[in-house]
């Protein structure tokens, strides 16, 4: 076979280990060859290519970011166009099968491709952890991790300046980096995407504890947190992405100027952005992505197109790319009720 691999949308830690896993899988098992296309789906419609070997793919299993490069690009802006130029860029670059890594976004192309008869299968890629049919996806552990790590020290400094400290983490639909490093950090509030928060209630609940004697806090929020409908608090541009997401960042700095605006509290706040994307990815990231590279060449080889592979439990299943994709996985009700026993 001559298989062909992206890396699409956001880079997050792991995905060069999936490239390796796809590589190593399929070199070892079978006389196949690999080529990369740098850039996401830009490399697909420009056949932008490079060829993935052993070598070429030794050595960067521990690596953050992506060899291939990755874009936004969404090849489908123009259907007709788009679709006459990826179908020539199978038959140029002789492919029998294409692997896709990516979210929600990379993957709904792939989508769109295995309904057109193309041969590829998806690879579930996003610190966000919202893609559905998986339980985790890789580069999630790591975002959590870092995230953890900085709250540790933000708690010292809070703690030193009797301060209310803010820390804005990703998640745009969902708040599982939110809670995830809100719980293991400790921190006194998560605000999340699933739960509208109303901030006089945040604000209450500040001074409560500062009532009894707490003279600092940690809130945790998720970039794409809003207030209850009605709420005066402006939290996102009007800049698209070239699938018509808002760009967000910016309710961390809202919600520090409120709180200190509303309860005298001196406010801090930290946007941890896309360092929660970089470095190297954590072990338990290496060994998912993998076994996610090693899955996805065994279904190309098996014929079995249009699927994601998936996390259940602790084994790695083939999912229909259109269950994988019927709607965004939120937050675990529970998991923010068990967060809650320890706000305050």
Not at 280 to 295: E, I, M, N, Q
Request: with cysteine; charged share 20%; aromatic share 6%.
């Amino acid at each position: 076979m001559r298989v062909g691999l992206l890396t699409g949308g956001g880079d997050c830690p792991g995905l060069n280990a999936a490239i390796r896993a796809v590589v190593r899988r399929g070199l070892v098992t079978g006389e196949h060859s690999f080529c990369g296309f740098r850039y996401g789906w830009a490399g697909v419609l420009e056949q932008d290519v490079v060829e993935l070997t052993l070598q070429s793919t030794a050595g960067i299993l521990p690596r953050g970011g992506t060899i291939l490069g990755t874009s936004r690009t969404n090849p489908l802006a123009d259907r007709e166009v788009g679709l006459e130029r990826i179908r020539r860029a199978f038959e140029q670059q002789r492919l029998d099968g294409l692997v896709a890594i990516g979210g929600e976004d990379t993957l709904g192309v792939a989508l769109a491709l295995a309904q057109e008869g193309l041969p590829v299968v998806g690879v579930p890629k996003t610190v966000d952890n919202d893609l559905a049919a998986t339980d985790f996806t890789f580069g999630f552990h790591t975002a959590v991790q870092i995230a953890t790590d900085a709250i540790d020290r933000l708690h010292t400094t809070a703690e030193s300046h009797n301060r209310v400290i803010v820390v804005e983490v990703m998640g745009r639909h969902a708040g599982w980096i939110a809670a995830y490093a809100g719980i293991a950090g400790g921190a006194d509030a998560i605000l999340v995407p699933e739960r509208p928060f109303d901030i006089d209630e945040v604000c209450k609940h500040l001074r409560r504890r500062h009532e009894r004697g707490r003279t600092f806090s940690i809130v945790v929020v998720a970039e794409g947190a809003t207030p209850h409908e009605g709420a005066s608090l402006v939290l996102a541009s009007e800049k698209l992405d070239a699938f018509g997401h808002v760009r967000l960042g910016g309710i961390g700095v809202t919600l520090e100027k409120e709180i200190e605006r509303r309860t005298g509290f001196e406010t801090r706040a930290t946007i941890l952005g896309h360092v929660q994307r970089g470095g190297t990815p954590c072990a338990y990231d290496r060994v998912l992505a993998t076994r996610f590279g090693v899955a996805a060449m065994s279904a190309l080889e098996g014929g079995r197109f249009g699927v994601m592979v998936a996390l259940r439990a602790t084994g790695i299943v083939e999912v229909a790319l259109t269950q994988a994709l019927a709607e965004p996985k939120l937050l675990d009700p529970d998991l923010y009720e068990t967060a809650e026993v320890f706000f305050g």
